[in-house]
């Protein structure tokens, strides 16, 4: 939904850090197997070698690129996001009259002539020719280049980069953009979003916006793999591309920036989740049997990865540019360059997913205390009550009773300030016996919110018509 929709990108694996995680069945007993897949969706073919390499990259959050030895041509296709299976697709959709936006960096490495730019259907070329001259120059040098087609008919097509010349040459951050996109340009200096998408979220008229999503910030199989907020923010080029729980990449193209200048534009209530430093109980805890596993409160990490990943959040969102404290100003200024000087109006911050049990707690209460004494300008200072948040807490998966129960008895007797996320999936019949549910719900407590709903039959998670009645 971020990625292929909201996102307005038309490359997919458009930086070459492509990585897939398999596992052998949904139960995740067997073993985790990580493979490369860098040349995932791209079909290169040319006189000459060609690789993926990491030596020389164009950061660190960015070190893969594919490295061409061109001897004469070199055809570099990108079939899109909307494909099935293979690289013969033509998933591209492109818009009569629509001229889009092409660019990519180059790394000089001795190599003379141009490129020519154009998508391509199955029965030939649908656009103009963009034609690069690939400048020279200091050999090494990583460079951003551009030009621009026009579509001349309503078509699916695939992207096609020709290099004409000789020599070595490195390319990275490939992307094409239609002209369209949503919102202020200064605003949206980086990440660039479908107005597609954004008038459909539009038209639902909502409140709230809660996001990244819910298991997506948990992790899987390492914590390195926990949704990290702090690097889908700043140019796109240097956010750091990682897999998730649900096994595919997330270009971070639309990062938390995108998503504090979407709440904004719609009027919506923000509501960022950030993980608390536990994987997933689901897949690490019950299905693989590995037991719960954690970041340790009291330990460096725990206060860099977990309170400080909050803290730097109320910095980014609501941080002045100006603060005397360095780590408000520096992520002010992030937001500032970004497009937003003025802070944005973070009222709510969710800290856990569908999480429950002394780990959580555990790691929930560290984290609060963390952030209730935080060393802020060289005095301990209540960073929630500075910037005037209401944390989000979580109560398990599924309103499990062994999960619910147990979590909403520490809740009222620590956290009746607070808000409860709940999260139900669950069959037709279970919506109709539990329509009174929350009648009984004590009024004075923690307030409570159905963060995640859906009707199905659990044994194998399709939805049925009654759904609708």
């Known amino acids: 939904s971020a990625d292929g929709g909201l996102n ?136 951003k280049v551009s030009t621009s087609i026009v579509a001349e008919k309503d078509t699916m097509g695939r992207l096609c980069i020709i290099f004409e010349g000789n020599g070595k040459i490195g390319i990275d951050y490939v992307s094409l953009l239609p002209s369209k996109t949503w ?98 109980q689901i897949r690490m805890g019950e299905q693989r049997k590995t037991g719960y596993q954690r970041i340790m409160p009291g330990t460096p990490e725990f206060q860099t990865e977990v309170i400080d990943n909050v803290a730097d959040l109320l910095f980014f969102a609501n941080g002045d540019i100006a603060s005397p404290d360095k780590n408000e100003s520096h992520w002010a200024k992030v937001r500032s360059d970004m497009g937003h000087p003025e802070p944005f109006e973070l009222k709510f911050v969710g800290i856990g997913n569908e999480n429950w049990g002394y780990e959580y707690f555990d790691n929930f209460s560290a984290c609060l205390l963390g952030l209730r004494q935080y060393m802020y300008n060289g005095r301990v200072t209540d960073l929630l009550k500075k910037f005037d948040v209401t944390v989000v807490t979580t109560c398990g998966v599924d309103i499990r009773p062994s999960d619910t129960n147990d979590s909403w008895k520490i809740i009222n007797e620590k956290y009746r300030d607070m808000i409860v996320d709940e999260h139900v999936y669950n069959s037709y019949q279970w919506f109709i016996d539990n329509t009174k549910r929350y009648d009984c719900y004590d009024r004075t407590g923690a307030k409570v919110f159905m963060g995640e709903y859906a009707m199905h039959t659990m044994s194998d998670g399709r939805g049925r018509l009654n759904g609708d009645n």
């Open 183 to 280: 919102g202020d340009p200064k605003k949206y200096r980086n990440g660039k979003l479908s107005p597609r998408i954004v008038e459909v979220l539009k038209d639902c008229h909502p409140s709230f916006f809660r996001f990244p999503g819910g298991c997506v910030v948990e992790g899987d199989v390492a914590v390195p793999y926990q949704y990290r907020w702090r690097t889908t923010v700043g140019p796109l080029e240097q956010r750091k591309q990682i897999p998730n729980v649900w096994r595919y990449m997330q270009s971070y193209g639309v990062g938390f920036y995108e998503y504090f200048a979407l709440c904004e534009d719609l009027h919506m209530s923000p509501l960022p989740v950030l993980h608390c430093g536990l994987l997933c």
């Open 8 to 143: 307005a990108e038309m490359v997919v694996n458009n930086s070459f850090e492509y990585e897939y995680f398999s596992y052998d069945d949904f139960n995740c007993e067997s073993p985790v197997e990580a493979r490369s897949q860098k040349w995932f969706a791209w079909d290169i073919y040319g006189a000459g070698p060609k690789k993926i390499t990491t030596v020389g990259g164009m950061n660190a959050n960015n070190p893969s690129y594919l490295h061409l030895s061109v001897g004469g041509i070199y055809h570099v296709e990108n079939p899109g996001y909307f494909t099935q299976n293979g690289y013969d697709n033509y998933g591209m959709p492109i818009d009569k009259g629509e001229t889009y936006h092409f660019s990519m960096f180059i790394k000089r490495l001795g190599f003379k002539g141009k490129a020519k730019v154009f998508v391509k259907g199955a029965h030939g070329i649908h656009t103009t020719v963009g034609e690069i001259a690939i400048p020279q120059g200091t050999e090494g040098d990583w460079i």
